[in-house]
């Protein structure tokens, strides 16, 4: 059965950072290049650093996030900062240009006080002015509703080996949604449950202007096209005040 190593090797086969061919990655690889520092929150095996580095980033580049195993892949690069934990975890003060969460890590912040303390502890690493640039899959467009086994991806890992990757939505409450994610390796199963939290943006603007930021731009895919209830996703730009 799929180890936590395996498995966090799988998700970089899932999701390689690719600039030249997904939009999303495009959107933070700008940013991240013209910024002297940056802290990534949520980094997971840190394929958007490594890509900075390797592409002439000579600033600061440090990462942060809780899975152990993801956080193993992300150290094969030593030129970057690397920290195991939570965001609101974060042992920085007033030390970076930048700070981002990419590919919806923010939707792992279930609760109320993750949401604040989390914002608060990302500002609190950003100098005076800095700013923070995540997304979130928008509500309204109900993401979780192609979450099934219909869409089951089979897919060629690390090792050569196809495994075949589904998800399941257990419940929606409210504003949470509780799926599975199954890996059929072909010898057993691997099943790793998660919540994720869908914000809508009056209450994900109003987080962020409580916990110190001013939304700077928001949008609603990551080429700046106008944020609308079809969208898709809630991309911000929120600076330090």
């Known amino acids: 059965m799929y180890s936590d190593a395996e498995a966090a090797a ?6 390689p950072w690719k600039p030249e061919s997904y939009r999303s990655d495009a959107f933070y690889t700008r940013l991240v290049m013209a910024a002297d520092s940056v802290a990534d ?7 958007m650093l490594h890509h900075a580095r390797e592409h002439g980033h000579t600033g600061r580049l440090a990462g942060l996030d809780p899975d152990s195993a993801m956080l193993g892949r992300a150290q094969a690069r030593t030129d970057v900062e690397w920290v195991l934990g939570r965001a609101d975890m974060s042992p920085w003060q007033h030390e970076f240009q930048l700070a981002t969460m990419a590919s919806n890590a923010f939707q792992c912040l279930t609760s109320e006080d993750d949401v604040i303390n989390s914002l608060r502890a990302i500002r609190r690493s950003l100098a005076d002015g800095g700013r923070f640039a995540f997304e979130t899959r928008n509500p309204a467009a109900q993401a979780w509703l192609d979450w ?7 897919v060629v890992d690390a090792n050569g080996r196809t495994v075949r990757v589904w998800h399941e939505v257990e419940e929606v409450d409210g504003d949470l949604v509780t799926f599975t994610e199954t890996t059929d390796d072909g010898v057993g199963l691997r ?12 209450r994900l603007n109003a987080a962020l202007v409580t916990t110190g930021f001013a939304v700077e731009n928001q949008y609603g895919d990551f080429t700046g096209g106008a944020l609308t209830a079809e969208s898709k996703s809630i991309v911000t730009l929120a600076r330090r005040v």
């Open 10 to 15: 799988l998700y970089d086969v899932m999701n």
């Open 41 to 47: 929150f949520g980094c997971g095996t840190g394929s």
């Open 148 to 154: 099934n086994p219909s869409n089951a991806r089979d």
């Open 191 to 202: 099943v790793d449950r998660a919540t994720l939290r869908f914000l809508d943006p009056e």
